[in-house]
């Protein structure tokens, strides 16, 4: 695919801003909306709020196009390929369901859908259900527009550019690593350090919880 | 890794399948399939494939060039400004919903959405998914009759709407001629409000209704409030605190400003609201009591926030980012964030910087703990008061300023002056009768329990604890209590009831931490924090400034949801947290966004010119003419309507049978309802009321207080029974599925025969786009338009935007403007009615009233050739494209206001007056000077002589300058009929009957957390239609089971155990069944973001967010293409059996998709309940049962579960459990204490794991 952005960063990527998402969902569905994912299992972007001893982590994330993107070396059709813009796509038509990319995929972003989610198939996909994942609205990007998701944002905890640029503009996030403790629910498959490019702001500030511990209801 | 089976299985997929491939295209939308459709002959499908042409397939490339409608968000939160939607179509079929995205505003200024200052409205999940709502399959295509037993989806024919009207037309004008306009019961449905401008199904239920003889309106004259806020429309006034809203008995006005909603306070014992006089604090009401507006003060100098549950970044969207960017700068400022409640809500999450848990329905509990805190920390054990640095109360403030804190003597105040009269008895012309506050029986008493310091505490005479209203209290009264807690129970300590057992303990936080769930210490810092001190009780600089207090509107939807916030405006009274800005209870009620940004000048950027001007004269508008008679009918609490419907039709009740054909136990499933005695539910004053009266003449029955005179009509002896009689639902689900205790509302709609045209049979009418549970449970079904299958008019924060027709609508479906013309014409078919002629007219030939997209294509061609215009030489679909203009950011990048302390309202004013007389004047001018909160200014007025019995006026004449606000009636003061007292309200004291009524207690003019007017017009609400029952039961019985009152004056805690063992039928012997300390788990049943009530339950794409399949994680649920697909229609008498695909009927169908709805339980009872995350769980109590999929969450605090509300009421035909999991089916008929109003998130339910019942064949 044309990958003609008229900037030329070197690897795009997204910021989350994880004190900031309100877990509205407005990513998730806008990102199904501008793609064309049907209801069902598959999610590009997925949103959800983890819990841990008490805390509370809310997390926004679809494929982070790693700099070294597991699943493009676990794809032995060679269907996963990166451009020079550091987008990771899957060339459906290549697919032939192997489940090696979900597999290598530190965050499980390679999906596959059911049948009712994916009803027709398109000539040329050699099964009914390829892989798919993000491709970071490259569409949209081509005309000027941020990603979906981020355009959806409402409390403004995503956003999107060169990497570089978003670690200068963002000088309190971290980019995502596998062996920050903090992480451990983004890394659902494996912890393999892809580089992924996505920054995060975290939270720090936990909420205190205060409850009674004599009290039985 | 995965298995290697799931690969082997994959391969071999890959080498079995090779169907449906298309060429180069996507399928797109939901109409490709429908579940089973199996379109045997003769049979018709009643709905189907949704709006447009279904499966018009999209060519790839089309997806990137498609027709763009800007728009604002079809689906409007209700309060705030709309969010910005650009529809993409292709096809005729919506493809993509966008936002806006523009990078620059409309003079080209870069922006970006991530500035702090960023002001555009960006649409949430609701409004980027309608296209699986416009599209859904199981839209609705032709009028339907019911001609089994309602509820029953196989007696469906199919009608034309012309016979369906005109059976409506028939029926109403039946119902008007012998029961009156008030058995006609007009509801209010989202689909009214949140609609267009112009394409608004309520207006064809006016035209059906109102037509004729005007109905009973939701939000109107005859209806009280809303489902949404009736207990907080109650309870604001109750303290007249200027930060919550005017004082209990000053009208508000009846503009737009707050809606006819006031009323719903403002009732006296007639049921006829008074008339407006003033709008004082009123006026500043509604700007002020939003979050919205008060955001810039939180973000600039608010110390800190205290939330009593909100979760206002869900409810209200484009509320969302200026809250969480306030609460940013808030907390950068070293504000806290206090979150009190038992579920941790989305808004906490984000901006919470600590979670106080609190059990729900204690609220009242917490903050009487608090006082008792602030009580030990002002007057030692012996009385005495501590050392001024020291205490925590400003005693002087609260003699001056708070009624019934303490307990106080009778007097008579002086209206002009403020002048307290204790030495004569009567009260003068010009004075006002003030109830005492009887000894132990002030808010403190009842804090302090048999705690006695407070009867030892002095009222001082002089000294710098002394003021004008405790030297005056001193010599009728030494002590500021006159007794410890002086409460009983009739019943003594045998009484059932906790709450009475609680009266002479001292309500410490180590009380309400064992009732709260709250550690006594975090009770102690909050009582801290609102008397402005630190944990250690130290004077604290950051929390002195001001409490941004806010509450959500769970806090009053419970039993005791007017007491919850009564409670928490006195805190708010006695901590002097008034009257600067940011400062008061704040909370989703009318919330206006403030940041809404600048758009440009100059009219040419807009669609608008004299043509649009006129569109405003195009909507019909019925009923106007008919308002006169409104006043005639009593007026009800909203949620009357129901009580009205076992009124009228009891006798056809008393055999009802629930889903699986069981029969109902009557005497013990409505506790407070026995069809053969009492037709009326718990004693409810408004259904007494709802009999036919002539009131054209005849002898006077009984007098009312007004001077009307009302003639009760009597058939064969007995009154004629008006009740409810026939309901047009224009695109609403209160019927069923949104009001308590859906079982019995469905049982009931069973039992009852379907409409004939005569004015004896009940009939349910809807017009909405799905077979909803109301729906379903109608006579008469209308498919109606979605709001972007018909031309309007809709605005995004001031901006208006016309969208045409953008998708065509399924099958026979109508917008408003046909079927009202359709309803008009039916209504002249059934009878003359004077006038309608000419209405008809109006729509026919050029008539004035059309269908908006035919004047609104004027307004757009003449802007394309107006060469002023910025759409000039534009085609009309480029016109539709670019009517959103981006407007700039107005905000300062700081997004602070600058802000004065003091608020400019009167309630700033008053504090300001209030600092002078407390503080700077000197201790004996302070002593020897009344203050008043309210007066006259200065001038000569003429009222009525409150001792004139003929209506004769006197004249006062207000010279004196005293210590007060001044100003506040003066401007808006009527000419002629005004009564001082009327101002602040009363009444004097009168004969009904024979029976002498007391007088109605008058405002004291003071911030009051002792309310005796609250409790005399609960006693005495509606009573002026009571004429025809016995006089020992007219108004309202404010006696429970043991005899003690159900009101009190001051805001007590009542345990939730009571309510429950009263709504389940404990306490009155209905049932042993007592269920309280069977580890149960108290229910909360918010909104949540995926629907706004029922609405958006039938949309896929919402739906998997909040459905899971038994086991399943997070997004397992996907029943889409099956979930409220409507089967095929019968022709009449058919047998074959169908049923609607629901929640139920989707499992007996596949089972693997099949999904419930969620419910939260804490980690922490997960043990207890022997429930894990994902089960499948039976959510029961003695009111209904209901199956949900388990969430189990460190977000819900322990022995609290929480079911949002809304999913649509599902009953399994096999065992009668809700798979639905709609939270009313656990909802008792129980009203709400003080106000008869909705009390639906009050449930005590046992959660325990489940399966599915197996199908049964017959």
Not at chain 1, 49 to 71: Q, R
Not at chain 1, 90 to 116: H, S, T, W, Y
Not at chain 2, 530 to 547: H, L, M, S
């Amino acid at each position: 695919m044309s990958k003609s952005i008229k900037v030329t960063p070197t690897q795009l990527g997204f910021y989350f801003d994880q004190t900031r998402c309100m877990s509205c969902n407005a990513c998730t569905v806008a990102c199904k909306d501008w793609n064309q994912v049907e209801p069902g299992k598959v999610h590009w972007r997925e949103q959800f709020t983890y819990e841990k001893n008490n805390k509370f982590f809310p997390l926004s994330i679809g494929c982070n196009h790693c700099v070294k993107p597991a699943c493009r070396d676990a794809c032995s059709q060679g269907a996963i390929t990166k451009s020079d813009d550091g987008i990771v796509t899957i060339n459906r038509k290549q697919c032939i369901g192997l489940l090696a990319c979900a597999d290598a995929c530190p965050f499980a972003k390679p999906k596959f859908a059911d049948d009712k989610q994916e009803p027709n198939s398109i000539i040329g996909w050699q099964i009914e259900h390829p892989a798919q994942k993000c491709t970071m609205c490259v569409d949209r990007l081509e005309k000027g527009l941020d990603p979906a998701c981020v355009s959806s944002c409402v409390g403004r905890a995503l956003d999107f550019g060169d990497m570089e640029v978003l670690k200068a503009k963002y000088t309190d996030s971290v980019q995502v690593s596998p062996t920050d403790p903090d992480f451990e629910f983004i890394f659902k498959n494996n912890k393999t350090d892809t580089k992924p490019s996505l920054l995060i702001k975290k939270k720090t500030a936990h909420i205190t919880i205060s409850k009674s511990s004599t009290y039985n209801p | 890794m995965k298995s290697s089976k799931v690969i082997t299985d994959l391969v071999k997929k890959v080498m079995v399948s090779r169907r449906s491939f298309i060429k180069g295209a996507l399928a797109i939308g939901a109409a490709n399939t429908v579940y089973g459709c199996s379109r045997g002959e003769g049979l018709e499908i009643i709905g189907g494939e949704g709006g447009s042409l279904p499966g018009n397939p999209i060519e790839e490339v089309d997806l990137s060039n498609p027709q763009i409608y800007t728009a604002a968000c079809p689906h409007n939160c209700g309060v705030g400004t709309r969010c910005v939607s650009k529809i993409h179509v292709v096809n005729k079929r919506i493809v993509r919903i966008g936002t806006d995205d523009d990078k620059l505003d409309y003079d080209d200024t870069p922006r970006d959405k991530n500035w702090l200052n960023d002001s555009r409205a960006l649409n949430c999940a609701k409004g980027k998914s309608l296209k699986y709502k416009a599209h859904h399959p199981g839209r609705l295509k032709y009028p339907l009759k019911q001609t089994k037993t309602r509820g029953d989806v196989t007696g469906f024919i199919r009608v034309s709407s012309q016979e369906a009207l005109k059976h409506i037309a028939t029926k109403s004008k039946a119902i008007s001629d012998k029961y009156g306009a008030g058995a006609i019961y007009n509801t209010y449905a989202t689909a009214i409000g949140y609609a267009g401008t112009y394409n608004n199904m309520g207006v064809v239920r006016d035209a059906l209704t109102n037509v004729r003889a005007g109905a009973r309106n939701y939000f109107t004259a005859n209806t009280h409030s809303d489902y949404s806020y009736h207990q907080y429309l109650y309870a604001y006034p109750l303290t007249g605190h200027p930060g919550v809203g005017y004082p209990y008995g000053i009208v508000a006005p009846s503009s737009a400003q707050v809606g006819g909603q006031t009323q719903a306070i403002n009732v006296d014992f007639n049921g006829n609201w008074q008339a407006d006089y003033t709008a004082s604090l009123g006026a500043d009401y509604h700007f002020n009591h939003n979050i919205g507006y008060q955001l810039p003060h939180v973000a600039g100098v608010v110390g800190n926030v205290v939330s009593f549950g909100t979760n206002a970044t869900s409810t209200n969207n484009s509320l969302a980012w200026p809250y969480i960017r306030a609460m940013e700068k808030l907390k950068a400022r070293d504000g806290k964030v206090y979150f009190i409640g038992p579920e941790l809500t989305d808004t906490a999450v984000t901006c919470a910087t600590e979670w106080i848990q609190l059990r729900n329905y204690t609220d009242a509990a917490l903050i009487m703990a608090m006082f008792h805190e602030m009580i030990v920390n002002t007057f030692n054990e012996n009385g005495t008061l501590k050392p001024k640095a020291e205490r925590w109360l400003d005693v002087n403030y609260i003699d001056t300023m708070v009624y019934g804190f303490f307990d106080s003597p009778e007097y008579n105040l002086a209206e002009a002056t403020g002048i307290i009269n204790v030495t004569t008895g009567d009260a003068l012309t010009g004075e006002r009768k003030i109830n005492a506050v009887p000894a132990g029986k002030s808010l403190s008493a009842y804090v302090m329990g048999s705690d006695d310091r407070l009867t030892k505490a002095d009222y001082e005479t002089s000294g710098e604890n002394a003021t004008y209203t405790s030297k005056v209290f001193q010599s009728q009264q030494a002590k500021r209590n006159g007794a410890t807690c002086s409460y009983t129970a009739i019943k003594g300590a045998d009484t059932e009831y906790l709450y009475k057992s609680a009266f002479n303990t001292a309500k410490t936080p180590e009380w309400a931490e064992k009732i709260c769930g709250t550690p006594a210490s975090k009770i102690r810092e909050l009582a801290a924090l609102y008397c402005g001190r630190d944990v250690q009780g130290a004077i604290n600089e950051q929390n002195e400034k001001p409490i941004f207090t806010e509450w959500a509107g769970g806090v009053q939807k419970q039993n005791n949801g007017v007491v919850n916030m009564f409670a928490i405006a006195s805190l708010l009274c006695v901590t002097k947290r008034f009257g600067r800005n940011g400062e008061g209870l704040f909370g989703l009620w009318g919330s206006t966004i403030r940041n809404r940004g600048v758009l440009p000048t100059g009219n040419d950027m807009f669609l608008t010119n004299t043509d649009k001007t006129d569109l405003n004269a195009k909507a019909p508008v019925f009923g106007v003419a008919y308002a006169s008679d409104l006043k005639k009918i009593p007026t009800l609490s909203i949620k009357d309507w129901f009580n009205g419907i076992k009124f009228a039709f009891a006798d056809k009740l008393k055999e009802m049978k629930d889903i699986t054909g069981n029969a109902i136990d009557i005497n013990a499933y409505i506790p407070d309802w026995d069809p053969t005695i009492d037709k009326y539910v718990h004693d409810d004053p408004g259904t007494k009321a709802n009999v036919v009266f002539d009131y054209n003449g005849g002898t006077d029955n009984y007098p009312a207080l007004d001077g009307d005179t009302y003639k009760v009509v009597e058939d064969t002896g007995k009154v004629r029974v008006a009740g409810t009689r026939l309901i047009i639902n224009p695109g609403g689900n209160i019927a069923v599925n949104q009001h308590m205790n859906s079982n019995d509302n469905s049982a009931v709609l069973r039992a009852l025969p379907l409409s004939d045209e005569t004015a004896e049979t009940f009939c349910l009418a809807t017009f909405d786009p799905f077979l909803s549970p109301t729906a379903k449970y109608s006579d008469f079904v209308f498919p109606a338009t979605m709001s972007l299958e018909a031309g309007d008019w809709t605005a995004v924060g001031g901006e208006t935007i016309y969208h045409p027709p953008i998708v065509k609508a399924p099958g026979e479906t109508k917008d408003a403007w046909r079927y009202t013309y359709e309803a008009l014409k039916a209504q002249k078919e059934v009878g003359a009615i004077t006038g309608i002629d000419n209405e008809i007219k109006k729509f026919e030939n050029g008539g004035i009233y059309k269908s908006a997209e035919v004047d609104s294509l004027k307004v757009v061609d003449y802007a394309i050739k107006n060469p002023n215009s910025r759409f000039f030489g534009k085609t009309r679909e480029e016109v539709y494209a670019d009517q959103y203009i981006p407007r700039k950011n107005a905000d300062n990048e700081d997004i602070t206001l600058p802000t004065d302390e003091t608020s400019k309202a009167l309630g700033g004013k008053l504090r300001e007056k209030l600092r002078d007389y407390l503080e700077d004047s000197t201790d004996q001018d302070r002593v020897d000077k009344p203050f008043i909160m309210f007066r006259l200014q200065s001038g000569s007025y003429t009222v009525q002589d409150p001792d004139s019995t003929t209506g004769g006026t006197i004249t006062i004449d207000i010279t004196e300058e005293v210590h007060g606000l001044t100003s506040v009636f003066a401007t808006t003061r009527p000419a002629s009929g005004n009564d001082v007292a009327d101002i602040i309200g009363g009444h004097a004291k009168a004969t009904i009957n024979g029976k002498v009524r007391e007088a109605r207690p008058r405002s004291t003019g003071r911030f009051q957390v002792y309310n005796d007017m609250m409790v005399w017009d609960f006693e005495n609400r509606n009573s002026k239609w009571h004429g025809h029952l016995d006089a020992e039961k007219r108004g309202q019985k404010n006696k429970d089971t043991e005899g003690d009152p159900i009101v009190y004056s001051i805001p007590m805690y009542f345990n939730f155990e009571d309510s429950f063992n009263e709504a389940y039928g404990v306490f009155n012997g209905k049932t042993e069944n007592n269920v309280i300390g069977k580890n149960g788990v108290t229910l909360s049943t918010t909104h949540d973001r995926y629907r706004v009530h029922s609405t958006h339950a039938e949309n896929p794409l919402l739906r998997e967010l909040t459905h899971r399949t038994e086991g399943g994680k997070w997004l397992s649920g996907n029943d889409w293409k099956e979930y409220a697909i409507m089967p095929d229609r019968h022709p009449e008498g058919g047998t074959a059996p169908i049923q609607p695909m629901l929640s139920s009927a989707v499992y007996n169908a596949n089972k693997e998709t099949a999904s419930w709805h969620e419910i939260w339980i804490s980690s922490e009872d997960s043990e207890r309940l022997q429930v894990v995350d994902g089960d499948l769980v039976l959510v029961s109590n003695p009111i209904g049962e209901v199956r949900c999929v388990a969430r189990v969450s460190d977000r819900c605090m322990k022995g609290t579960a929480n079911l949002h509300q809304g999913s649509w009421y599902d009953p399994n035909p096999i065992d009668g459990v809700d798979d639905g999991g709609c939270a009313n089916t656990l909802m008792a008929s129980k009203p709400s204490r003080i106000d008869n109003g909705n009390a639906q998130q009050s449930a005590y339910v046992f959660i325990k794991t489940t399966t599915p019942p197996t199908k049964q064949t017959k």
